[in-house]
């Protein structure tokens, strides 16, 4: 992603979180480290088994983009030594400008069935979605679901697939909606999310990437009963809704963000460390680790997230949320996802980063190699696979 087409983009949107804040040092780094073994040839993945997927569609789903092309498409990793394109959305919801930064963007799944996107007419709103839509994995027909005139930017839909919620927000602030058959209705009001970042502003610290700090999401928690919305930026906030809409917590500032669900915790990185929030009760969980951007495995055991070491070397490290045994899998790897609960996908750091030879720039489609690592076999290999914006089953 060129830094240019993220400042006109960011610009326009005014959702630029800042990128100025303090980086993970070595005491965010976990002692236990696993070694990946030797790379495999490119593909998908290099695994000698059949990975079977849980009920009830007992189908792997990946909504990803591949090497040579920004076409998104719908890959069926069921067996993951044989997968296919079953589906996509063509060009139209690339994740251009946005990211895993802005968790639940551009394009995910509703069930094993179907798709929603956001989108717009590039010509009259600089290409910023203001429209979300749902649709067959095929991609067509589609059902416009809301249409404005305001930026819609994030979106989550309920385990069911019955309702959505949707943020809309312009310089003069952010609205979380709710939509159920039909009906939409304004759960609660927010800060506008505010401009800046290190592409602009001089940025503190060692070894400052403007992406580790990046960060906007809403997400329902599996069993569907309440939402988290946490925007990490100059106009930071966390803040935890019922599934009616009641605010069940509320900050701004944000004492925490990263956020992620698994199982029945919401789990967030504040200044202490990673804490988990269950039924109203703040826990410690990670004491003195500061992830980036974490993703919760489909079977609600493991959390998959980046942290960056002494010298600045991002790696990927795995969690296991029952124990909390944390298992280093590697350096210069970043920006990781679960494509089922054993295959984790993640892409190559540039060493350049950590030596800060180039500038950092932001996560998106990558350029470099790109690798899937077994959780099973302890064995890494190459992928096809550029970037995943989702992966079906969600997280339970």
């Known amino acids: 992603?060129?830094?240019?087409?993220?400042?006109?983009?960011?610009?326009?949107?005014?959702?630029?979180?800042?990128?100025?804040?303090?980086?993970?040092?070595?005491?965010?780094?976990?002692?236990?480290?696993?070694?990946?073994?030797?790379?495999?040839?490119?593909?998908?993945?290099?695994?000698?088994?059949?990975?079977?997927?849980?009920?009830?569609?007992?189908?792997?789903?990946?909504?990803?983009?591949?090497?040579?092309?920004?076409?998104?498409?719908?890959?069926?990793?069921?067996?993951?030594?044989?997968?296919?394109?079953?589906?996509?959305?063509?060009?139209?919801?690339?994740?251009?400008?946005?990211?895993?930064?802005?968790?639940?963007?551009?394009?995910?799944?509703?069930?094993?069935?179907?798709?929603?996107?956001?989108?717009?007419?590039?010509?009259?709103?600089?290409?910023?979605?203001?429209?979300?839509?749902?649709?067959?994995?095929?991609?067509?027909?589609?059902?416009?679901?809301?249409?404005?005139?305001?930026?819609?930017?994030?979106?989550?839909?309920?385990p069911s697939g019955t309702t959505v919620v949707y943020l809309t927000s312009t310089l003069a602030g952010t609205e979380v909606h709710q939509m159920t058959a039909g009906h939409d209705r304004v759960l609660v009001a927010l800060p506008a999310p505010g401009v800046g970042g290190c592409e602009a502003e001089p940025c503190p610290g060692p070894f400052q990437n403007p992406g580790d700090t990046w960060d906007f999401r809403v997400a329902y928690s599996p069993d569907g009963n309440s939402i988290s919305i946490a925007q990490n930026g100059i106009n930071s906030f966390l803040w935890i809704l019922s599934a009616d809409g009641k605010v069940l917590s509320s900050s701004i500032p944000a004492i925490g963000s990263m956020t992620v669900w698994s199982g029945d915790g919401l789990y967030f990185s504040d200044s202490k460390g990673i804490e988990v929030w269950r039924q109203g009760a703040t826990s410690a969980f990670l004491p003195g680790v500061a992830w980036i951007r974490p993703k919760a495995s489909p079977d609600g055991t493991h959390i998959a997230y980046e942290a960056r070491d002494a010298h600045g070397v991002a790696h990927v490290f795995v969690v296991d949320t029952g124990t909390r045994q944390v298992r280093d899998l590697g350096g210069y790897r970043m920006e990781p996802a679960f494509l089922t609960s054993r295959y984790l996908w993640s892409q190559a750091e540039p060493p350049c980063v950590a030596a800060r030879k180039c500038q950092a720039g932001f996560p998106g489609i990558a350029t470099g190699s790109s690798y899937i690592y077994d959780l099973q076999d302890g064995a890494e290999s190459e992928s096809v696979i550029t970037s995943v914006l989702d992966a079906w089953p969600h997280p339970a």
């Open 1 to 158: 992603m060129k830094t240019a087409d993220w400042i006109r983009a960011l610009a326009v949107t005014a959702l630029m979180a800042s990128a100025c804040g303090s980086t993970p040092t070595a005491s965010a780094i976990p002692s236990s480290s696993v070694s990946p073994s030797a790379l495999a040839t490119p593909s998908e993945s290099q695994a000698p088994s059949f990975n079977p997927c849980p009920p009830p569609t007992n189908r792997c789903l990946a909504l990803v983009t591949l090497r040579g092309s920004t076409q998104v498409v719908v890959r069926d990793i069921t067996d993951i030594n044989h997968p296919t394109t079953v589906g996509g959305l063509g060009a139209r919801a690339a994740p251009v400008g946005y990211g895993p930064s802005l968790e639940g963007s551009s394009g995910q799944f509703v069930s094993g069935t179907e798709l929603s996107y956001t989108g717009g007419p590039a010509d009259t709103n600089y290409g910023i979605p203001t429209s979300l839509f749902r649709a067959p994995l095929s991609g067509s027909p589609h059902t416009v679901i809301a249409k404005g005139t305001q930026a819609v930017f994030v979106f989550a839909w309920t």
